[in-house]
């Protein structure tokens, strides 16, 4: 059945290492999103993408990098840059133009040691 | 930019109790959205609103979008522990491909 798969679902690494999360859609959405939410806060929009081989920057997108080859996949690789990675990473999907739709992953969490 | 206040921050309640949880804006926005997470998973999108003064249920939801359009609610009659989560409120503007969260309310159930 359709979903948004994030994998893995617990990521350990060291400090200074660029690590990257997975994201897979089978629900033919065209736009696909990466949030990080931090305890006791809402999401905060990192990256966004409303079509493949396009993406934007969201609120907080410093020390992130993203990719959209496939329309099905949209990877966020969490660089050196990023002064305090450690956190809980959501992947979400909708359809274009349908941002008020968006279905989540279950989501990364990243520890960086 | 905007900002959207939540509250309470957290709440703990009897099971069967009914539960009140607001959001508000310093702008005016074209949608509210309201979503509940689960530990340890994404957020599920609940209730949708579009329109100002809009009154939605989902089950023993409901959901009111004000008409200032500036704030909304959320209720929960009757309580239950899967009620338990957190639940949040989120805007989004037209033309715009981003929504704003707000930061959440926990809710705590006790049997």
Same mark, same amino acid.
């Given at each position: 059945d359709g979903g948004i798969t994030q994998s893995p679902k617990y990521l350990f690494r060291k400090e200074g290492q660029n690590v990257t999360l997975s994201c897979e859609q089978n629900l033919n959405h065209d736009a696909m999103y990466w949030y990080r939410q931090d305890p006791g806060q809402g999401l905060r929009l990192i990256y966004y993408s409303q079509i &493949?081989?396009?993406? $934007?920057?969201?609120?907080?997108?410093?020390?992130?990098? &993203?990719?959209?080859?496939? /329309?099905?996949?949209?990877?966020?690789? &969490?660089?050196?840059? $990023? /002064?305090?990675?450690?956190?809980?990473y959501l992947c979400a999907s909708s359809p274009r133009l349908a941002v008020e739709t968006q279905y989540f992953g279950p989501g990364t969490r990243l520890l960086v040691l | 930019g905007q900002q959207l206040n939540q509250s309470p921050q957290s709440m703990f309640i009897q099971e069967g109790e009914d539960v009140?949880? !607001?959001?508000?804006?310093?702008?005016?926005?074209?949608?509210?959205?309201?979503?509940?997470?689960?530990?340890?998973?994404?957020?599920?999108?609940?209730?949708?609103?579009?329109?100002?003064?809009?009154?939605? =249920?989902?089950?023993?939801?409901?959901?009111?979008?004000?008409?200032?359009?500036?704030? =909304?609610?959320? !209720?929960?009659?009757?309580?239950?522990?899967?009620?338990v989560g957190i639940y949040f409120c989120a805007l989004s503007r037209a033309g715009s491909y981003q929504l704003t969260f707000g930061k959440g309310t926990k809710l705590s159930v006790i049997p």
């Open positions: &493949v081989n396009d993406f $934007q920057k969201g609120d907080i997108a410093e020390g992130y990098s &993203v990719s959209r080859e496939k /329309k099905e996949s949209f990877p966020l690789t &969490v660089t050196s840059a $990023q /002064k305090n990675p450690t956190a809980f | 009140s949880m !607001n959001c508000t804006s310093s702008s005016i926005f074209n949608t509210w959205l309201w979503y509940k997470q689960d530990p340890g998973e994404g957020p599920v999108l609940l209730i949708a609103l579009y329109k100002a003064g809009e009154l939605t =249920s989902n089950g023993r939801l409901t959901a009111q979008f004000g008409i200032t359009r500036k704030d =909304s609610f959320l !209720n929960i009659s009757a309580s239950i522990p899967s009620d």
